[in-house]
Structure formats: C-alpha cells, structure tokens
C-alpha cells in the first residue's frame, strides 16, 4: 500500500535555506491538491518517494506524522524519479502504527521471516515480487541489501521496467521464502495445464468426441 501526498513545487522566497513541505493525504491536509508525491516505504529512519519534482541530493523539506507532528527529512539518495529520505531524527513505533499509516510501515525483518511463507500471485514476474515482498512485509531495502543491489533496482523489477538476471533469482526466492518455481510462475502454469486438461476431458465427453479434437483459448 502507498500514501499519496503532494511536495511544494518549489520552496518559499526569500529564504536561501528554506523547507519545502510534504503533505500526506492521511494527514487530511491535502485538501483536495493533486498528488505529485508517492510515499512507496516508510520506517523509523526515512522514507522511500516517488515524484516528478526535481529534489537535490542534500535537501530538506518537512512533513507532518502522527503524533509526531512536524519532522524533518533529507534527501540523501536520488535515482530518476525515486527519491531515498532520512528523518532528522528517528521517529517511535507508535507514530508508525497509528491507524493512518497501517499497511505501508514494514516490520522487523525478524517479524517478517517468522510468518508464514505467502504464494506467489500476479500475471507478471514483477508483480509476483511486488505481491510477495508485501506479503512478507519487508520494504524495498531489505531486499536491496539481502542481494546486493539498490532499491531502485528492486524497484525496476516489481514495476516490470527491468528483470532480475537468472542468478538473483533463487536468491531473491530465498528472501522472500518462496520456491523459486512459484516465483517464476511456473506453479501457476502447471495449475492452468492442469485445468484445461480436465476441461477438455469433460468437453469431450460431453460432445461424444476425444479430448485431442478440443481447443480451449484462453483470453488474459
């Protein structure tokens, strides 16, 4: 799940080091706005953003939490349109599991391995990434560090806009404790197969005819 939120499109005059602020829509202060912003992760250190607004590497902008009220974030990584935020200072748990960001915040990824292991959903390999590292509750991050590779490249891959090389793909199925088959889709095939066989058998049956002379299209 993301929060969709809305960043000034450039900071106040007359200030050389002035904030930009960020506005979350679970905050109730977007008022209606356009979003510019997508708030893709966010922990007790930082956030992980999506926007078309040109943000520096070493600029601050502000936003309001949960009972947290005003915090502080620096952007301290940029790659295209993602954007890597540290606070200023770490924000509790509490502020974290208020009920407005439920289900974006990630938890310990000792809490994450422990639960059970989740199936593989989606048309797409990126989409079964995506589906099962949701599932798994671990952010981008912790799966960046896990193999070795950014997160924007994590990202590249649940969006489809990039593949996993064949190599990453038996550990990338580790960290997300899932059988590499299932997240190659292969499972998924063989349950179709398997359908349509049965299908057919029946179609046959029912037409006084032999399953070799039934073709069944299937439209996804």
């Known amino acids: 799940m993301s929060i969709s939120g809305r960043i000034d499109s450039t900071p106040p005059l007359g200030q050389r080091a002035a904030r930009r602020t960020l506005r979350l829509e679970v905050t109730g202060e977007l008022n209606g706005s356009r979003a510019n912003v997508t708030v893709h992760n966010i922990s007790e250190s930082g956030l992980l953003i ?8 070493g600029e601050w902008f502000s936003l309001t939490l949960p009972q947290a009220g005003d915090v502080a974030a620096e952007v301290i990584w940029a790659s295209h349109r993602l954007y890597g935020c540290r606070f200023g200072e770490p924000v509790g748990r509490a502020t974290l599991s208020a009920s407005q960001l439920r289900g974006v915040v990630s938890p310990p990824a000792e809490e994450a391995r422990a639960a059970p292991a989740p199936v593989a959903a989606g048309p797409t390999l990126g989409r079964r990434i995506a589906a099962v590292r949701q599932q798994r509750g671990l952010t981008l991050g912790q799966v960046a560090d896990a193999l070795g590779v950014s997160r924007p490249t994590v990202w590249a891959w649940e969006q489809d806009r990039a593949r996993p090389a064949p190599r990453r793909l038996a550990p990338l199925a580790e960290c997300l404790g899932v059988e590499e088959a299932a997240l190659r ?9 398997k359908l349509v066989e049965e299908a057919r058998a029946r179609i046959a049956a029912a037409a006084g005819t032999s399953p070799d002379r039934v073709r069944i299209l299937i439209e996804l």
Request: aromatic fraction near 0%.
């Open 50 to 57: 999506e926007t078309d607004q040109p943000l520096a590497v």
């Open 185 to 193: 889709g292969e499972q998924q095939d063989s349950m179709v197969t």
